[in-house]
């Protein structure tokens, strides 16, 4: 392995297990000495990754953000197409590498108060919600999808995602719900 290989290891090591406690303890309870203490690590070697412990927060928020912009790329043929495809990916993805689950986590704690302004603002800055209620008015338009506000019945699929990353970090035995149980908030149905 190269020098430059260790050292992009060495970087992800650290940022996985700043994830993992800065999930778990929060933002302003998590020590730098925290961090490398669980990576068996100096505080100084830390530093010669990351500046301080908000240029960590920060660079796990805009690794974050970049997770965020996925959807926005998912192709689809039908407004419930996009909203399947996003729920598949996202629970495959958080399948395979279960550090996803933190992450979601992490981004909706970043956008609360107490997290140091520049790096609050940069979690702002994504609004999935007002993308995805675009997408459910060409739904509505089609009839394929319920009526109502669309921003509002965005805001109820995003939060029932969150709910769900953050409730199987929590109780990881309990199986992911069907993608069709999810999607179903937004499903146009005669009454």
Do not use: N
């Not at 908000?54 to 192709?75: D, F, W």
């Not at 704690?109 to 994504?126: F, T």
């Amino acid at each position: 392995m190269t020098r430059k290989e260790q050292k992009e290891m060495r970087q992800q090591q650290i940022m996985l297990k700043a994830l993992e406690l800065f999930v778990t303890k929060g933002f302003s309870e998590t020590k730098v000495s925290d961090i490398a203490e669980s990576l068996g690590i100096s505080v100084g070697l830390l530093f010669h990754y990351y500046e301080s412990k908000e240029a960590l927060y920060k660079s796990l928020v805009e690794m974050g953000l970049e997770a965020t912009k996925r959807p926005e790329k998912i192709g689809f043929d039908a407004p419930l197409d996009y909203f399947t495809k996003t729920i598949d990916g996202l629970f495959g993805a958080a399948k395979e590498q279960p550090w996803v689950f933190q992450m979601f986590v992490l981004m909706s704690q970043a956008r609360r108060p107490g997290i140091p302004d520049e790096i609050r603002q940069l979690a702002l800055s994504v609004d999935q919600i007002g993308f995805s209620a675009e997408i459910i008015k060409q739904g509505q338009e089609q009839g394929v999808i319920r009526s109502g506000d669309a921003r509002s019945l965005s805001s109820a699929f995003w939060c029932s995602v969150q709910g769900i990353m953050e409730q199987h970090l929590i109780t990881p035995e309990i199986p992911l719900p069907e993608t069709e149980w999810i999607t179903a908030i937004l499903k146009y149905t005669e009454v």
